[in-house]
């Protein structure tokens, strides 16, 4: 197994703030769930603007069930036999690569629902593992007598981020709206 066996220090009074790897697990877990609720927010609307059918929203919803459902089980245990640290960077780097290629398509005004689809699963695999691992991966990083403290805060900033991710997506939009309105009235003007 690759996974490494933890290793504490001797000092219990060790505080969580100066444990690098529950920051390093802290800070991805962070940027996966920031990216999480940013997709919440934009993906039906994205759907909608493109199909302007509800049905089709809730298809891609019951797709990411699936995904949970089906391949929740696999996933833990191919987080069970992978490296945690290596899994938990890739499916971060899986998760924004989804958001950049959502980006390009939206830029290029090349969106077709197929590849709503394809983002939307890739989307949910790499969020499914990466909470999997994330999960796996605490009582390595912390001490047995910290796993309390370390799941609440890990619980503290999960729900931050829940409240700031959708507040994201929205200045995100107001603001892609707002430079599409602005280049209209250039042209417009010109």
């Known amino acids: 197994m690759e996974n490494p066996k933890p290793t504490f220090s001797k000092d219990p009074a060790r505080s969580l703030w100066r444990n690098r790897p529950f ?113 796996a991966a605490l009582p390595q990083t912390v001490q047995k007598d910290q796993l309390t403290e370390a799941n609440a805060r890990l619980g503290i900033v999960t729900n931050m981020v829940r409240l700031i991710g959708p507040m994201f997506a929205g200045l995100t939009l107001a603001a892609f709206s707002f430079a599409e309105l602005r280049l209209y009235s250039l042209f417009l003007s010109h």
Do not use: C
Request: proline share 1%.
């Open 23 to 135: 920051l390093f697990l802290l800070g991805s877990d962070t940027t996966s769930n920031l990216g999480l609720y940013m997709y919440i927010v934009m993906m039906p609307l994205l759907m909608y603007e493109l199909t302007q059918s509800a049905f089709l929203i809730s298809t891609m919803r019951l797709m990411e069930f699936l995904v949970s459902g089906l391949l929740g089980i696999a996933a833990g245990i191919f987080v069970d036999r992978i490296n945690r640290k290596k899994l938990l960077v890739s499916a971060a780097a899986l998760q924004w690569i989804t958001i950049a290629i959502l980006t390009v398509l939206l830029f290029s005004e090349s969106v077709q629902l197929w590849s709503l689809y394809f983002v939307g699963f890739f989307f949910a695999t790499s969020g499914l593992i990466h909470t999997s691992a994330t999960h």
